[in-house]
């Protein structure tokens, strides 16, 4: 997944991107991420690249178990 966030560039592999992080956020139960109305899908990948890159060591983990993790810790819920 990293792969496909790695570039903000319009491609096919940077859609691929856009379309995962969007899936794992709408599937989030509404108990771990608590975004608030108004967030972007620009801002989500963003929040999801920046984890990335600032987190190399566990880049071989789970995909969605990442991206949970990334937008749980920038929009954490009460």
Do not use: W
């Amino acid at each position: 997944m990293f792969e496909s966030c790695e570039l903000d560039d319009a491609s096919f592999e940077d859609g691929v991107c856009y379309g995962y992080v969007f899936g794992v956020f709408d599937s989030n139960p509404g108990d771990l991420i608590c975004a608030p109305n108004g967030v972007t899908g620009r801002q989500l990948v963003d929040i999801v690249r920046k984890f990335f890159k600032e987190n190399p060591e566990i880049r071989h983990d789970e995909a969605a178990v990442l991206v949970t993790v990334a937008l749980a810790e920038a929009f954490p819920c009460n």
